[in-house]
């Protein structure tokens, strides 16, 4: 089994930027992946950002482009985003995942090829 944990939401003022943690813990696999996804009130969840444990192959989505970063401590094992030039528009609860297998980068936007999930944490930016 695999426990993710995540860490570093908070409040913040439009332009600012958070750091979020996802250590994870328990058996690792040798083609895995790890994403954070971030969900809205009344909205489905979706996808902000993947990297390939394996080479750190990354991949983002377009609204997030420029102004995150999604990096690991492969030490660690933990999953890191970096968010700077926050905008009101990315308050949200933020997920990590991982992904047991290997597919193309693209397919790392998909929630349900993601095995393990966070509790989520609370990214709050006021306008």
């Known amino acids: 089994q695999v426990q993710l944990v995540e860490s570093g939401g908070g409040l913040v003022q439009a332009g600012g930027s958070l750091r979020l943690a996802c250590a994870a813990s328990g058996r690792t696999f040798p083609n895995y992946a790890m994403g954070w996804f971030r969900q809205a009130p009344g909205k489905e969840r979706e996808f902000v950002a993947s990297i390939r444990w394996s080479g750190g192959s990354t991949y983002y989505t377009d609204s997030v482009k420029g102004r995150f970063s999604i990096s690991r401590d492969s030490a660690k094992n933990t999953v890191l985003l970096q968010m700077n030039s926050l905008k009101p528009e990315d308050t949200a609860v933020y997920y990590c995942?991982?992904?047991?297998?290997?597919?193309?980068?693209?397919?790392?936007?998909?929630?349900?090829?993601?095995?393990?999930w966070g509790q989520g944490t609370q990214v709050t930016v006021s306008s």
């Open positions: 995942a991982l992904s047991k297998r290997y597919y193309s980068d693209s397919y790392y936007s998909t929630t349900g090829i993601y095995d393990y």
